[in-house]
Nanobody, 124 residues
């Protein structure tokens, strides 16, 4: 069974940092693309960063360029989202999702497996 579990969310002040983890089971990273996306209250879901063996890392949200990075540890089957210089507008539920091809896409409906999400709140 393919499964994703996010962790690492929490409350942080403006300018702070958090690292989110997405632990995967039931599949091999090399064959998949993993995306971090977020959903803020009253806003549409937004792809943030994606990683795959074919594409490396791809940034979809201009607002996080230079502040967020994505990485993976294949030995641990875990993808990370390092978030620095956090702003109140980064407040959202963050999800990781996987699609069973090693090509990133911004089309969220193309991702087959989703985690349960982790809340990130940035206070001003």
């Amino acid at each position: 069974e393919v499964q994703l579990v996010e962790s690492g969310g929490g409350l942080v002040q403006t300018g702070g940092s958090l690292r989110l983890s997405c632990a995967a089971s039931g599949f091999t990273f090399d064959d998949y693309a993993i995306i971090w996306l977020r959903e803020a209250p009253g806003k549409e879901r937004e792809g943030v960063l994606c990683i795959s063996s074919s594409d490396g890392s791809t940034v979809y949200a201009d607002s996080v360029k230079g502040r967020f990075t994505i990485s993976s540890d294949n030995a641990k089957n875990t993808v990370y989202l390092q978030m620095n210089s956090l702003k109140p507008e980064d407040t959202a539920v963050y999800y990781c999702a996987a699609r069973d091809t090693a090509l990133c896409t911004e089309r969220l409906s193309w991702y087959d497996t989703w985690g349960q999400g982790t809340q990130v709140t940035v206070s001003s």
